[in-house]
């Protein structure tokens, strides 16, 4: 049995250079994706509000969010996580480069706060974020049969995939390694990245194997020539 991959909701960027935007014109959210092998469900970045990813993943696939076995994310960039809570029930699962990144980071933050910070909200936003991360598990470098973890840093430092095996074709689940098809057939990563090279390098790796390109805010394409 081949192994399914099915758009959810297409993701968006908050403005897009190839159309001349220069400054944000909608609100943002990543393309989420629903994979399907044999009896295991998986969810990868569901970035629309909770009620709205509960209707569209109705709609395109007939399911339930606890009918769902793990919600994958490609970063923890929250435009790639608003309906995360709807999952209760699934395994939350993310890279763990990414994981141990984002801790080191809101724990600093939260240490700043706790040694003089004097912004009360701000010091709950932190601690309500860290308390999410902490349900997040570690990825392993297979999910199921013919999903496996791919690791794509540059975006963030831990930021990764899903590759995808089928028999002959293969596609890959990129978050923002590509954020949209424009910019993949330009050869470019977007502005915001962590680490450029790592990014261009990410994007490199994309290239080699892909037949089928899922980005992080746009729908699925091919991949010319392959």
């Avoid at 994706?33 to 469900?41: I, K, W």
């Avoid at 569901?46 to 395109?60: N, S």
């Avoid at 430092?157 to 057939?185: H, K, N, W």
Wanted: proline share 4%; charged share 25%.
């Amino acid at each position: 049995m081949s192994v399914e991959c099915r758009v959810v909701s297409i993701g968006t960027l908050s403005r897009n250079p190839f159309r001349g935007e220069r400054e944000p014109v909608r609100a943002a959210h990543a393309t989420t994706v629903l994979v399907r092998d044999g009896a295991t469900s998986i969810l990868v970045d569901p970035g629309l509000p909770a009620e709205v990813v509960a209707a569209r993943l109705d709609e395109q696939a007939g399911l339930k969010p606890v009918q769902i076995d793990a919600v994958f994310l490609t970063t923890f960039r929250p435009v790639h996580r608003r309906g995360l809570a709807l999952f209760e029930k699934a395994a939350w699962l993310m890279h763990e480069v990414e994981i141990q990144a984002v801790r080191a980071h809101l724990d600093e933050l939260i240490a700043r706060q706790e040694e003089g910070g004097d912004d009360a909200r701000l010091r709950s936003v932190l601690q309500e974020e860290r308390r999410l991360l902490d349900r997040l598990r570690p990825a392993e470098d297979r999910l199921s049969r013919h999903v496996h973890l791919f690791p794509l840093a540059g975006a963030t430092p831990g930021s990764a995939g899903l590759l995808l095996e089928s028999t002959g074709f293969t596609t890959v689940i990129t978050g923002d390694a590509v954020a949209t098809r424009e910019y993949f057939q330009a050869g470019r990563v977007h502005e915001q990245v962590f680490d450029l090279a790592a990014a261009q390098s990410s994007l490199s790796d994309i290239l080699e194997v892909a037949d089928e390109i899922v980005p992080g805010h746009d729908n699925v394409f091919r991949v010319l020539g392959r």
